[in-house]
């Protein structure tokens, strides 16, 4: 008696084995290109917190000022797409309450404009498109996806070049965890400036080609582990004017011991953080281990059915024939 497999059984064998060729592939194909660097970027990040301030008008540092930093990010989706690159356009303004709010970004104490340019896979920087100014490092505005345990290169765009931040555990912001990473920058010269002598103690000279130096009493950033988001910052700049040849400061043009993300920052980035690290592990791990479970038990289901099938009615008939000559 011969046996015939069902629709049903032959339905389930194939959906089970698609599943299970689907599963590796939401895993190694989808999910990698999925983990990219956005090109339609459009965000604000604003840290605040109080230090000392140097006053043109006085002619003096002016401690106790509430000091704000905003830092502006907007992706150039045209030049993304002819590219290839993740292309971000970035400002960066330090204002004390006199100078907010500002209708032109060139009022504030400080403005900074610059062009970053990433792959968008590696978070690396790329040497193109009008990139400024010429960014080194592993992480800047971001991290790399799936951030490991270990020390990371990080763009100080006031110092012009990398510093060394090294990890120290986890911490949660907002109850949500994250990977903390911490380092300092020792007082560095990094230009010069011509102010009046008076202001670097050489009041004898009208204008004196002065050394500005910097240092960051403390750099720490919370990063989500598998998107590489920044859901905390804080750091501590101090920027000084020395004679030419100076040993010491002459003069502090802006010092402060914490500036940090504000509260309605933090939750931003944290509400982001959880949406895209949420999306990136249900198409990395929770579709493909239940597109693997759920294939393995329908394949196995449809090779049980097709196994034991149904008779064949036909050939059951065939067989009761009685044999002639």
């Known amino acids: 008696m011969r046996r015939k497999a069902t629709p049903l059984s032959l339905i ?5 084995t698609f599943l299970l060729v ?19 970027i459009d965000t604000t990040a604003v840290y605040t917190g109080t230090g000392s301030v140097f006053d043109v008008s006085q002619v003096e540092t002016v401690p ?9 990010v907007r992706g150039d989706v045209a030049d993304s797409e002819r590219s290839g690159n993740a292309i971000w356009d ?3 303004t330090v204002d004390t309450d006199q100078s907010l709010p500002a209708a032109d970004p060139h009022d504030a104490l400080e403005f900074m404009p610059g062009r970053w340019v990433t792959d968008r896979k590696t978070n690396t920087p790329v040497h193109c498109c009008q990139e400024k100014p010429y960014f080194q490092g592993e992480a800047y505005l971001k991290f790399p996806f799936d951030v490991q345990k270990r020390a990371y290169r990080w763009w100080d765009n006031s ?10 555990g986890t911490k949660k912001i907002r109850g ?27 009041p004898q000279r009208s204008q004196v080609l002065a050394e500005e130096w910097y240092a960051n009493h403390l750099i720490e950033l919370v990063v989500d582990q598998r998107t590489g988001r920044v859901i905390y910052a804080q750091v501590g700049p101090r920027k000084t004017l020395r004679a030419p040849g100076g040993k ?3 003069a502090v043009l802006l010092d402060s011991q914490k500036l940090a993300f504000t509260a309605a920052t933090q939750k931003d980035q944290v509400d982001q953080a ?51 000559m």
Not at 12 to 16: E, H, I, K, P, S
Not at 64 to 72: M, N, P, R
Not at 160 to 166: C, K, P, Q, Y
Not at 289 to 318: C, H, K, M, N, T
């Open 12 to 16: 389930l064998l194939g959906l089970g």
């Open 22 to 40: 689907l599963a590796p592939m939401l895993a190694w194909y989808v999910e990698p290109r999925a983990a990219v660097n956005p090109i339609d």
């Open 64 to 72: 106790g000022q509430k000091i704000t930093v905003t830092q502006q």
């Open 90 to 92: 970035v400002t960066t």
């Open 159 to 168: 110092l012009g070049a990398t510093v060394t931040l090294h990890y120290k």
């Open 176 to 202: 949500y965890e994250g990977y903390r990473f911490t380092g300092t920058v020792p007082a560095t010269r990094i230009g010069t400036r011509l102010v009046p002598g008076a202001i670097v103690g050489e």
């Open 248 to 250: 010491t400061d002459a």
């Open 274 to 324: 959880k949406t895209e690290s949420g999306q990136l592990r249900m198409v990395g791990l929770t579709l493909p281990i239940g597109a693997g479970v759920l294939g393995f038990v329908l394949a196995a289901l449809g090779a049980v059915l097709v196994v034991r099938g149904r008779q064949d009615p036909d050939s059951s008939e065939s067989s009761q024939l009685p044999l002639t």
